[in-house]
């Protein structure tokens, strides 16, 4: 056995390790599988959230005096707006899951216009513009604005990327820890 696998903390890592594995490969093939179910929990999940979360500004905006009326007025409209959508996504999973790509869109396109800044107002220590930031602001941008363009099916492409990558992730760490296993069962049996 390796060192770390000998210690109380590496046999839980390795555990832990297998079994988010496990969970990984579960998600993805349920994903894969039965993705109008997914969809469904997903557009749940999300109203939930949102409902959760706006219920959270709302006590926020009556509670906190020591905040600007202001803040809190904002904070409060914010708080039944999150809610009025979770709602709203509860009652219409369809409308979530747009509401979700539109919202990946938008913060994918920030990130685009962010990147496309920073090539144009940085450089590095030769006094070059970093490429890779203008290269990852269009590809960010390209990607939301797709995302917002093609709404649900937008969704579903990059749901259906995640679902295979978490497969992927899974069953690479998976032989990883079965290999790691077998490599140090070897090792002990030749001390």
């Known amino acids: 056995m390796s060192n770390i696998q000998k210690t109380v903390i590496g046999r839980i890592f390795f555990t832990a390790t297998g079994v ?13 599988i039965a993705p109008d179910a997914s969809f469904a929990i997903i557009g749940i999940l999300l109203g939930l ?5 706006g219920a959270v500004r709302i006590y926020f905006s009556i509670r906190a005096k020591e905040a600007s009326v202001g803040l809190r007025v904002l904070v409060g409209l914010l ?3 999150s809610v009025s959508a979770g709602i709203f996504a509860l009652v219409d999973r369809d409308s979530a899951i747009l509401a ?3 919202l990946i869109g938008i913060g994918w396109m920030a990130d685009g216009i962010n990147y496309i800044i920073m090539f144009a107002v940085t450089k590095d220590d030769n006094g070059k ?4 930031h203008l290269l990852l602001g269009v590809v ?32 690479v760490t998976i032989v990883w820890l079965v290999s790691a296993a077998v490599a140090s069962k070897e090792a002990s049996l030749e001390n």
Do not use: P, Q
């Not at 390209?142 to 992730?169: D, E, H, K, Y």
């Open 20 to 32: 988010m594995a496990l969970i990984a490969i579960i998600i993805g093939l349920f994903g894969l």
């Open 100 to 102: 979700l790509s539109l």
């Open 79 to 81: 708080g039944l707006i």
């Open 49 to 53: 959230y949102l409902v959760i979360a």
């Open 140 to 171: 960010f941008f390209i990607g939301g604005l797709t995302m917002i363009l093609l709404g649900n099916l937008g969704f579903a492409i990059l749901f259906w990327w995640v679902c295979l990558g978490l497969l992927v992730v899974g069953a």
């Open 129 to 132: 513009r970093k490429w890779e």
